[in-house]
């Protein structure tokens, strides 16, 4: 009796199992592993012909391409165009001019001797020294000159003035047409600076007109009427007489 | 002694310095007796100029500058 209920639950159990099994294997091949793993036996017979020796091929490392060594490339750079550097002009403040109450003395240097004047020539009219025999600062505007000869004004087109460095100090007038003088009176700029105790030799010059064919035989004599300044002046005798000039062509 | 001298040597004895423009327009100085003679013997002496003889500091001031 026991071995026939062990052998109906052996025969149970083993359906089970097969049929357990086979449901397993189908569920597996559904989703994909429907190869069971296989397991190589590894049982070697010494029948079998002996495997070839696989020498493994050296392996052969790709050199790298050589390196050219190429001479160095000197890369010469752009000229560097520096802009040219503008140099402000030093702007030499003048001394320290500090015009005050002063003095001027104005004299006639007597060394212009007069002749013959042609057309277009600038000819000096009068030489004067000046001196600041104060002791303030003085400026020298310029000068009020009359014409005493018998040309007309207007056989003058330019008046100019000249320091004692031959430097000219200022012009008035100068082009063909011009008058400089007004109401029988020119004013002859000049700008200068007389320090304290400062001496200067002052020159002015008249331009005459191209056209003086009118003017030939006329006589030229420009007097200095005074001198345009912030100090006081004081001079021998004003007007101081200039040199006499004849007009010629 | 003095007078014999001067008699003997007038020239030296009233020699004065004018000044006159030279033709550089420059105020130059010449040594004479008269102002005609400075004149004459002048060294380059402008067509124009004068002579001027030298006396006061200020008169030799001007010599060296231009005009």
Known sequence: ??????????TTSSTIGSTVLAVMVLVSS????????????????????????????????????????????????????????VVPPVVTPPPTQTVGTT?????????????????????????????????????????????NGSAPVASVIGLSTVDDKGVIRDVTGGTEGATPFQNGMAFAPTNAFFAPGQTRLFTIKALMTQNVSSYIGMQLMIEVASVKTTAETKSQQFPIRGTTWTIAE | MVGVFTMALPG???????????????????????????????????????VMLLDTQADFDIVGDSI
Do not use: C
Request: proline share 13%; aromatic share 8%.
């Open chain 1, 1 to 10: 009796m026991i071995e026939t209920i062990f052998s109906f639950l052996s």
């Open chain 1, 30 to 85: 559904f989703f994909g592993f429907a190869t069971p793993p296989v397991i190589v036996s590894e049982v070697a017979t010494s029948s079998a012909p002996a495997a070839p020796e696989i020498i493994p091929a050296p392996v052969v490392t790709p050199k790298p391409p050589p390196v050219v060594t190429s001479p160095p490339v000197v890369v010469t750079p752009p000229p560097v165009v520096v802009p040219p550097v």
């Open chain 1, 103 to 147: 003095t001027l003395s104005v004299r006639k240097v007597p060394l212009l001797v007069g002749g013959t004047v042609h057309a277009g020539e600038a000819v000096p009219v009068s030489y004067m020294q000046i001196t600041n025999v104060g002791d303030e600062g003085a400026l020298v505007t310029g000068f009020w000159i009359v014409q």
């Open chain 2, 12 to 50: 030296i004895a009233s020699a004065a310095t004018y000044a006159y423009v030279n033709t550089l327009g420059e105020v130059s100085t010449v040594t004479a007796n008269t102002w005609q003679t400075a004149m004459a013997t002048a060294p380059n002496i402008h067509t124009h100029s004068g």
